[in-house]
């Protein structure tokens, strides 16, 4: 018999790195609801027509495609198989997909809903994605995302807010040096424009997105196996030779593309985002304008947001933009909206690298009732019981085994008391407790284990 196994780039999550993974959940939610965001969920699966086109070209290639129930090869497109028209194929042996983000789930969701929805629609979700991905480090093929959108306003200030939920966030939880990175669609499109390559910014942007990974020299190599001629390629310079200090990136940007209508209104949106954002004060993180930042995701169309963590070996945690027209592609015209998504993984990773979870983070019971017998047992379950109402954590020992083996459990679980009920306690009414770390024991009243618990924890 094989050993069980679970398939690469998914994971197992013990307790403590539950309680952990919880945290951050807690801290990013917190932070959503205090701007007045709402909270919704989409199913895991989605129609593959509803996710194929929405991602590019090689995040297509990524979607994780569900096999239709029963004889799938029943209605098979056979001359595709043949041929080994796999994508074609694909279609006529399954017609349901896993959701490879959140945000295109989304857009469907509010055009379904949309006679029930107060526009702007403010929304937050956290769910899991699936993508075909090839594993690594910080790179899973199931992560969890934590979105946060407005849809139904084109107003500037949702970017000026979204600039702020990722500062609060990551500043509650203590992630150090982050830097978040702001461009703009239509920059992008000015360049392209000046450039003479218009018609090739989808290859544009899928190219400079992976400049970070791979370096400008491939970038321009990757350009030209494109179809980017040397003197295209060449024109694309000064998008890698800019500053990223928002003033002057936003200067030399707005003197770069001042023949450029499209571009100049790139520069002027952005230079509004970061002069808002900036007068307001960010708590922590650095704020950067960086005009090689495309995102090569399809439906963006104005601002684009990254957040990295120089300093950890890990790529981006975080990032979003705003699409015009992402509800059109399913019936519903001229909806705009911006969003953005925390990585809650690789968050964990940069934290767990820099060792930032508080103590309190992986907390679990915080009492454990010793188990003497029967008598002993039921005033146990039901002390146990009033201090659970009280907000306690606390297990009862299910038997009346060794005393020894009932305080190696509490110590294997790091359980920071453990109370002895016995003969005395049954008469006087009262509970001793041990501080398993220091060693002390006290014998007082309910009322004093509770103040004393919720005093060191």
């Given at each position: ?251 030399q940007l707005r003197d770069h593309l001042k023949t450029s209508e499209m571009g100049s209104k790139g520069v002027d949106e952005l230079e509004t985002v970061v002069n808002y954002a900036l007068d307001l004060g960010l708590r922590s993180g650095k704020l950067l ?169």
């Amino acid at each position: 018999m094989s050993k069980p196994s679970i398939p690469k780039g998914t994971r197992d999550f013990t307790p403590d790195e539950m309680a952990r993974r919880n945290f951050i959940f807690d801290t990013i939610r917190g932070v959503f609801q205090s701007f007045g965001f709402a909270q919704i969920e989409t199913p895991a699966m989605e129609n593959l027509a509803t996710l194929t086109g929405k991602y590019g070209e090689e995040g297509d290639q990524l979607i994780f495609k569900i096999l239709n129930n029963g004889d799938f090869l029943a209605k098979a497109d056979r001359t595709a198989l043949e041929v080994g028209d796999s994508k074609k194929a694909s279609f006529s042996i399954s017609k349901k997909a896993l959701r490879y983000d959140l945000t295109v789930p989304f857009a469907r969701f509010v055009v379904m809903n949309q006679n029930e929805l107060t526009f702007p629609f403010r929304r937050f979700q956290i769910q899991p994605v699936w993508r075909g991905d090839r594993p690594g480090k910080g790179r899973y093929q199931e992560f969890y995302q934590c979105d946060v959108d407005i849809v139904g306003s084109d107003s500037l200030l949702s970017e000026v807010e979204l600039v702020q939920i990722f500062d609060e966030v990551l500043h509650r939880l203590h992630i150090p040096g982050f830097e978040i990175v702001l461009n703009n669609r239509k920059v992008l499109a000015g360049i392209a424009e000046l450039a003479g390559v218009t018609d090739k910014l989808t290859e544009m942007t899928v190219a400079i997105d992976k400049l970070d990974k791979i370096g400008r020299e491939k970038v321009e190599e990757e350009l030209s196996t494109r179809g980017f001629t040397d003197e295209q390629v060449s024109k694309l310079a000064p998008l890698f030779e800019m500053e990223t200090s928002p003033k002057e990136a936003i200067s030399q940007l707005r003197d770069h593309l001042k023949t450029s209508e499209m571009g100049s209104k790139g520069v002027d949106e952005l230079e509004t985002v970061v002069n808002y954002a900036l007068d307001l004060g960010l708590r922590s993180g650095k704020l950067l304008v960086d005009p090689t930042l495309a995102r090569g995701l399809n439906y963006y169309t104005g601002a684009i947001f990254e957040v990295k963590v120089p300093d950890a070996p890990i790529g981006s945690i975080c990032g979003g933009g705003r699409y015009d027209d992402l509800t059109g592609i399913f019936g519903l015209k001229g909806l705009s909206g911006v969003g953005i998504s925390f990585g809650a993984d690789r968050i964990y990773d940069v934290m767990s690298h820099f060792e930032l979870f508080p103590a309190g983070a992986s907390r679990g019971t915080e009492l454990l009732f010793v188990n003497f017998g029967a008598d002993e047992e039921r005033r146990c379950m039901q002390l146990a019981t009033e201090l659970r109402r009280e907000g306690i954590r606390v297990e009862v020992y299910p038997e009346a085994t060794k005393l020894k083996k009932q305080m190696k459990y509490a110590n294997d679980k790091s359980i920071p008391y453990v109370s002895m009920i016995g003969s005395d306690e049954l008469t006087s009414g009262q509970v001793t407790i041990k501080e398993m770390e220091s060693g002390e024991q006290f014998t007082i009243s309910l009322n004093e284990v509770i103040g004393k618990i919720r005093q060191v924890l």
